[in-house]
């Protein structure tokens, strides 16, 4: 016990003298070097852009976030690969440094560039040789955007022409319309001494500063003298403003002496306006002429108020909507007047002339071309509108809506007696004129050839018509009689065809075969079906008979089960390693136990023994069983007469033991077999006598 306790004491002693050491030793170690850490720097963008670099570095003035080279303020770094990434869309990034407030996005009138989010369609957004970024000096800025001839006509406004747009408009925002510093006639006022006898004598003494100073004056140029607007009403060229107003000394001097028509027919007569016209355009009914005309002055001819189709689509808002079809008369030339007059017409909807007379001084090469065909009824009457939208569409050929629906309209029989199960591709397409000519056409039914002249079904039937040279071609399908098999818009049977398939062909292949076969004991199934296509292609074929495949796959192609049996599926996992990772090291074998085939090259011929569509004999064979396994087999080899035990081949049905195709035996013995019989006992049950 005691020796123990000593033990114990030396071990322990032991183990504080070894980290007492271990410590010690660390202590008065070197310490270690320290290692480097690797920093990662980022190369300056403008080692890389060195043309951003010399094109706008030396600028006269530079965005301080270029100049401070803080690009990330704006940009993410994009690497090698070259390409512009904001981190935000559009003016976004401009409104981070420059609030929207102090450009005034809140008020009334905002810059167009503004609103579309294009800081940069008026601002470089990195350097510039202009003050405030700008990409040209003064009025060469905005002439970017608007038409610099609408600045210099013949006589230009002064301060448009000797100082900048600035002296009356603002750049961003603005509380008055175009962006006006003040209210327009103030703004002109200032300018514009409305005391000076000069002034007073220009306006006859009127108080214009109280009235609108763009009623008659263009602000920046005009062709006319005065800065009048380009059409001018001739009191106001030569200024006569008591012919229609009130004295200007008068406690309303603007007010008109008389009121609608009744003032304009002071001057204009309304028979010759309506030039004989006795249906009469709204607004001139109702004698509201300012409707469509300024009564000063107008940029616009004879003094309208908005420029061509745009006044008309002030009222007939239908007629703007943007159409995939758009009609030449209403887009080009002279617009919505190409076909209607402005006052009164003699005609419906204000046309110059009667519908067809109207369309025909266009497309009269179109009417030409149907002279001497057979005319559609609506072309024939000359009321194009019944399937044409005059002012556009969204459709095909300008028409009112799709063109089955249009057809349709008037052929309301047609969509019930086209629709069909199977319908042509056409008609579910709304293609009315894929085959049928929508003005006229030398056929009838408007069909640009006769019905059953191949020429029709050839633009999409184009391969498919192609006879077949070296093997069998259908005799009508040869001869391009399509519509004796189809019907030409649809049917409730597949392929589109006129009748139920069975019926359809022994209309032509009669089904008495009577003349070949007296008494019928078998029937090919797809014959009483009624199913021709499961063998023959209604078309064409590369073998004799229209046939689909070569024996044996045709038949193979039903009987499935023969088929699976002939050619046994491979296994493909044999001779792969197994679970342990080795080889069985055998070869790909059945999955089966073997089965053998009734003479393969022979099998394969199908037709050598069985009818494709009647037969005297049961299962379809050729003649009757005795006489047709004779052709292969010698009934009067001993080896034959010992295995049937003498019986007269004559009264042997060779199917009451052997199966025809396949067996799991060499002598092709039934799968069930009855054991004395397997045992070649046959004496055990049957007497058998030698003749």
Do not use: W
Not at 141 to 146: D, G, I, R, T
Not at 192 to 202: L, S
Not at 514 to 530: C, L, R, T, Y
Not at 586 to 611: M, P
């Amino acid at each position: 016990m005691i020796r123990s306790l000593k033990i114990n004491r030396f071990v322990i002693g032991g183990i504080f003298l070894f980290v007492g050491v271990l410590i010690f030793l660390t202590a008065c170690a070197p310490p270690a070097p320290k290692r480097k850490v690797s920093k990662f720097v980022r190369k300056p963008c403008l080692e890389c852009h060195d043309e951003y670099k010399a094109k706008y570095l030396s600028m006269k003035n530079i965005h301080v976030v270029v100049k401070e080279q803080k690009c990330e303020d704006c940009h993410l770094r994009h690497g090698i690969v070259p390409k512009l990434l904001l981190k935000r869309i559009g003016n976004q990034t401009c409104y981070k440094c420059h609030e929207k407030e102090k450009i005034g996005m809140e008020k009334a009138v905002v810059h167009t560039a503004l609103t579309k989010g294009k800081c940069i369609d008026c601002h470089n957004p990195h350097a510039s040789q202009e003050k405030a970024l700008l990409k040209a000096k003064d009025r060469d800025l905005c002439y970017l955007c608007h038409k610099k001839e609408t600045f210099q006509k013949k006589v230009v406004h002064k301060p448009v022409e000797t100082e900048t747009c600035a002296t009356c408009h603002l750049s961003h925002s603005a509380d008055h319309p175009d962006l006006l510093k003040t209210e327009a006639v103030s703004l002109c006022m200032s300018c514009h001494e409305k005391k000076q006898e000069r002034f007073k004598t220009a306006h006859r003494g009127y108080p214009v500063e109280t009235a609108s100073c763009r009623s008659c004056h263009n602000p920046h140029s005009s062709v006319q003298a005065k800065l009048l607007k380009t059409s001018a009403h001739p009191t106001t060229v030569k200024p006569d403003c008591r012919k229609c107003h009130n004295p200007p000394t008068s406690s309303e001097p603007f007010v008109t002496a008389k009121k609608g028509r009744d003032l304009c027919y002071q001057c204009h007569k309304g028979a010759d306006l309506k030039a004989g016209g006795n249906i009469e355009h709204l607004p001139f009914q109702e004698g509201k002429c300012a409707s469509c005309h300024n009564p000063h002055a107008s940029e616009n001819k004879i003094l309208l108020a908005k420029a061509g189709n745009t006044l008309c689509f002030a009222c007939h808002k239908d007629k703007k909507m943007q159409v995939t079809t758009p009609h030449k008369a209403v887009t080009e030339k002279r617009g919505c007047l190409s076909c209607h007059v402005k006052h009164a017409a003699k005609h419906e909807k204000l046309l110059f002339a009667k519908e067809e007379t109207v369309c025909v001084s266009c497309h009269e090469k179109t009417k030409e071309a149907q002279r001497t065909h057979i005319q559609h009824k609506p072309f024939a009457e000359g009321t194009c509108s019944v399937c044409h939208n005059s002012h556009g569409s969204g459709f095909y050929g300008m028409l009112k809506n799709k063109t089955d629906a249009v057809c349709y309209s008037c052929h309301f029989d047609a969509e019930i007696k086209f629709l069909k199960t199977n319908t042509h591709k056409p008609v579910i397409e709304a293609k009315c004129y894929s085959c049928h000519k929508s003005h006229g056409a030398k056929r009838q039914k408007l069909l640009p050839v006769d019905a059953n002249d191949p020429k029709l079904c050839v633009d999409c039937h184009g391969d498919l018509m192609k006879e077949a040279v070296d093997g069998s071609n259908h005799e009508f399908f040869k001869k391009g009689k399509c519509l004796k098999c189809h019907d030409v818009h649809g049917s409730n049977i597949k392929g589109m065809i006129v009748s139920r398939q069975g019926f359809l062909c022994y209309s032509c292949h009669s089904t008495d075969p009577g003349q070949e076969i007296k008494e019928i004991k078998s029937k090919h199934d797809p014959v009483v079906a009624g199913e021709c296509t499961k063998c023959h292609s209604p078309h064409k074929a590369k073998l004799k008979n229209l046939l689909l495949a070569n024996y044996p796959h045709l038949c193979l192609s039903c009987h499935t089960d023969l088929k699976a049996n002939m050619y046994p599926k491979v296994d493909d996992t044999a001779g792969k390693a197994d679970a342990s990772g080795s080889n069985s090291g055998q070869t790909k074998k059945s999955v089966e136990t073997k089965t053998y085939v009734h003479a393969i090259a022979d099998l394969e011929k199908c037709n050598l023994c069985h009818r494709p569509h009647f037969a005297a004999e049961q299962a379809l064979i050729v003649e009757p069983i005795q006489r047709l396994c004779g052709k292969c087999h010698d009934y009067k080899r001993t080896s034959f007469s010992q295995a049937h035990i003498d019986i007269d081949p004559s009264i042997i049905d060779c199917r009451k033991c052997h199966a025809p195709h396949i067996a799991k035996n060499p002598k092709f013995f039934k799968a069930e077999i009855h054991k004395p019989f397997a045992d070649r006992a046959c004496k055990d049950c049957h007497i058998v006598e030698k003749p």
